[in-house]
Protein backbone atom coordinates (compact mmCIF):
# COMPACT_ATOMS: atom_id res chain seq x y z
CA UNK A 1 0.00 0.00 0.00
CA UNK A 2 2.41 2.33 1.00
CA UNK A 3 6.09 2.32 1.45
CA UNK A 4 8.10 4.43 3.27
CA UNK A 5 12.14 3.04 2.98
CA UNK A 6 15.42 5.29 4.75
CA UNK A 7 18.85 5.17 3.91
CA UNK A 8 22.46 6.66 4.80
CA UNK A 9 22.62 4.97 8.22
CA UNK A 10 25.99 4.15 9.40
CA UNK A 11 29.21 4.51 11.68
CA UNK A 12 30.12 7.98 12.01
CA UNK A 13 32.77 9.56 14.86
CA UNK A 14 32.24 11.76 17.25
CA UNK A 15 31.87 15.23 15.96
CA UNK A 16 30.94 13.67 12.05
CA UNK A 17 28.03 14.43 9.91
CA UNK A 18 25.56 12.04 8.14
CA UNK A 19 22.32 12.57 6.02
CA UNK A 20 19.59 10.70 6.01
CA UNK A 21 16.98 10.11 3.41
CA UNK A 22 13.44 8.57 2.95
CA UNK A 23 11.16 8.12 0.17
CA UNK A 24 7.60 7.09 0.17
CA UNK A 25 5.79 5.09 -2.22
CA UNK A 26 2.75 3.60 -3.08
CA UNK A 27 -0.85 4.36 -3.44
CA UNK A 28 -0.13 8.13 -1.76
CA UNK A 29 -2.97 10.38 -2.58
CA UNK A 30 -1.69 13.23 -1.00
CA UNK A 31 1.17 13.56 1.89
CA UNK A 32 0.95 16.43 4.49
CA UNK A 33 3.52 16.05 7.33
CA UNK A 34 6.77 13.95 7.29
CA UNK A 35 9.24 13.40 10.26
CA UNK A 36 12.15 11.41 11.71
CA UNK A 37 12.01 9.75 15.11
CA UNK A 38 14.75 7.99 16.81
CA UNK A 39 14.49 4.76 19.37
CA UNK A 40 17.04 3.23 21.09
CA UNK A 41 16.32 -0.40 22.61
CA UNK A 42 14.75 -0.27 25.45
CA UNK A 43 13.39 3.48 25.24
CA UNK A 44 10.64 4.88 24.02
CA UNK A 45 10.24 6.31 20.38
CA UNK A 46 11.11 10.11 20.48
CA UNK A 47 10.68 12.65 17.93
CA UNK A 48 13.82 14.36 16.19
CA UNK A 49 12.15 16.72 13.58
CA UNK A 50 8.81 17.10 11.46
CA UNK A 51 8.00 18.99 8.67
CA UNK A 52 4.46 19.89 6.81
CA UNK A 53 4.10 19.86 3.61
CA UNK A 54 4.82 23.77 2.85
CA UNK A 55 5.53 24.65 6.42
CA UNK A 56 8.10 25.24 8.95
CA UNK A 57 10.16 23.04 10.64
CA UNK A 58 9.56 22.02 14.19
CA UNK A 59 12.81 19.93 16.17
CA UNK A 60 13.30 18.71 19.53
CA UNK A 61 14.68 21.23 21.61
CA UNK A 62 17.73 19.42 22.47
CA UNK A 63 18.70 18.67 18.83
CA UNK A 64 17.49 22.12 17.50
CA UNK A 65 20.63 23.62 15.92
CA UNK A 66 22.58 20.01 15.36
CA UNK A 67 19.39 18.40 12.95
CA UNK A 68 17.97 19.85 9.94
CA UNK A 69 14.94 18.65 8.10
CA UNK A 70 14.09 19.27 4.72
CA UNK A 71 11.98 17.27 1.81
CA UNK A 72 11.63 17.04 -1.97
CA UNK A 73 7.74 16.91 -2.32
CA UNK A 74 7.90 15.88 -6.05
CA UNK A 75 10.20 13.25 -4.85
CA UNK A 76 7.72 11.94 -1.66
CA UNK A 77 11.55 11.98 0.18
CA UNK A 78 12.18 13.66 3.32
CA UNK A 79 16.00 14.67 4.31
CA UNK A 80 17.42 14.97 8.27
CA UNK A 81 20.92 16.25 8.12
CA UNK A 82 22.94 15.28 11.30
CA UNK A 83 25.65 17.38 12.42
CA UNK A 84 28.65 17.08 15.30
CA UNK A 85 27.11 13.61 15.79
CA UNK A 86 27.85 12.79 19.69
CA UNK A 87 27.85 9.28 20.71
CA UNK A 88 24.36 9.99 22.57
CA UNK A 89 22.68 10.33 19.28
CA UNK A 90 22.99 6.52 18.33
CA UNK A 91 19.50 5.03 17.75
CA UNK A 92 17.30 3.63 14.84
CA UNK A 93 16.47 6.23 13.07
CA UNK A 94 13.04 6.09 11.81
CA UNK A 95 10.50 8.28 9.06
CA UNK A 96 7.50 8.65 8.96
CA UNK A 97 4.48 10.59 6.70
CA UNK A 98 1.25 11.09 6.94
CA UNK A 99 -0.83 10.05 4.30
CA UNK A 100 -4.07 9.83 2.44
CA UNK A 101 -4.56 6.72 -0.34
CA UNK A 102 -7.44 8.46 -1.10
CA UNK A 103 -10.06 11.12 -1.10
CA UNK A 104 -12.22 9.04 1.06
CA UNK A 105 -9.56 8.09 3.47
CA UNK A 106 -8.36 8.92 7.01
CA UNK A 107 -4.98 10.28 7.08
CA UNK A 108 -2.65 7.40 8.47
CA UNK A 109 0.87 7.65 9.88
CA UNK A 110 3.12 5.19 7.55
CA UNK A 111 6.51 4.50 9.05
CA UNK A 112 10.03 3.00 7.61
CA UNK A 113 11.36 0.49 8.64
CA UNK A 114 14.46 1.89 10.26
CA UNK A 115 17.83 2.74 9.65
CA UNK A 116 20.84 2.61 12.19
CA UNK A 117 22.92 5.63 13.37
CA UNK A 118 26.03 4.36 15.33
CA UNK A 119 28.31 7.35 16.54
CA UNK A 120 31.67 5.86 18.02
CA UNK A 121 35.18 6.34 17.95
Known amino acids: QVQLVESGGGLVQPGGSLRLSCTAS????????MGWYRQVPGKERELVAT???????NYTDSLKGRFTISRDNAKNTVYLQMNSLEPEDTAVYYC???????????????WGQGTQVTVSS
Open 26 to 33: GNIFTINA
Open 96 to 110: NANVRTGWHTPWYVY
Open 51 to 57: LPSGGMP
